[in-house]
């Protein structure tokens, strides 16, 4: 993040002073209409999925759970930023985003085997919220009726709260599209990989606190999606996003560009 910050604050001077400005290497578009160079937006986004267990650790002498794959648990999100773009090249964006994440994770225990303890551990709670940092680019490329992008994005989320909380997550959304004047349409697929990772104390029935530390992974590492975009002119746009399949999620976005 402020390493893309650096590299958009350094090229300001340079789009000053070179002909046109941003984006560089534009003859390579020939005739064709390019974005406004410079843009911020919002985006609000939230997901449910299922994640698997990759480390396990707890204190208690003695206890161990058999299948460990055997415990569910489940991940909601719900996600606000402001994001920060520039169009480089004619088919490179690149952009920083900060904003602000609740995050509800449950891990159910009640469905595993534990040998050596006489009660269950029952359903941890895990929620918490934090300050989201995170950059990225998008690949694009299209003509007059259609397009075709792919965007990465690299987040990280400082988190407070009582548990020492650390998520990292990677995600790439391919998509193809179809430009209907003012509207786009589009399908595509979403690829996230998020690592989360708690460790605190926990309190169980005529035991006390416990203290643990569990490293989580995402489940199904691809979904479905679709979505629809409304252009209201060279500055303004707005589009709705719908993924699907074992991992949902939901993804509205406003920019405005200059």
């Known amino acids: 993040m402020r390493g893309l910050a650096l590299l958009l604050a350094l090229l300001l001077p340079l789009t000053a002073s070179a002909e046109?400005?941003?984006?560089?290497?534009?003859?390579?578009?020939?005739?064709?209409?390019?974005?406004?160079?410079?843009?911020?937006?919002?985006?609000?986004?939230?997901?449910?999925?299922?994640?698997?267990?990759k480390d396990l650790q707890?204190?208690?002498?003695?206890?161990?759970?058999?299948?460990?794959s055997e415990i569910a648990v489940?991940?909601?999100?719900?996600?606000?930023?402001f994001k920060a773009d520039a169009w480089l090249l004619p088919f490179l964006n690149v952009f920083g985003i900060i904003g602000r994440v609740e995050i509800d994770t449950l891990v159910d225990f009640s469905p595993a085997e534990i040998v050596g303890l006489p009660v269950s551990l029952g359903t941890l709670p895990v929620s918490f919220n934090g300050t989201v940092y995170g950059a990225g680019f998008t690949l694009a490329y299209g003509g007059e009726s259609w397009f075709t992008s792919l965007t990465t994005t690299f987040t990280k989320?400082?988190?407070?709260?009582?548990?020492?909380?650390?998520?990292?997550?990677?995600?790439?959304q391919p998509r193809v599209g179809l430009l209907r004047n003012n509207w786009r349409f589009w399908v595509g697929g979403m690829y996230l990989d998020t690592q989360e990772k708690h460790e605190g104390t926990f309190e169980l029935p005529f035991i006390g606190g416990v203290p643990f530390s569990v490293e989580l992974e995402t489940r199904d590492s691809w979904n479905y999606t679709t979505g629809a975009g409304y252009?209201?002119?060279?500055r303004a746009n707005l589009s709705l996003e719908l993924g699907f399949g074992n991992r949902?999620?939901?993804?509205?976005?406003?920019?405005?560009?200059?």
Do not use: C
């Open 74 to 81: 489940t991940n909601e999100v719900q996600h606000v930023d």
């Open 20 to 53: 046109g400005g941003l984006p560089f290497m534009k003859d390579i578009a020939g005739d064709r209409d390019l974005p406004r160079p410079w843009g911020i937006g919002f985006d609000f986004y939230t997901m449910d999925q299922d994640y698997d267990i």
């Open 58 to 68: 707890f204190a208690l002498p003695g206890v161990s759970i058999v299948d460990p």
């Open 231 to 234: 252009v209201f002119s060279d």
């Open 157 to 172: 989320t400082n988190t407070s709260g009582d548990l020492d909380s650390t998520v990292k997550s990677t995600s790439v």
């Open 248 to 258: 949902t999620h939901t993804l509205f976005n406003f920019n405005y560009r200059f």
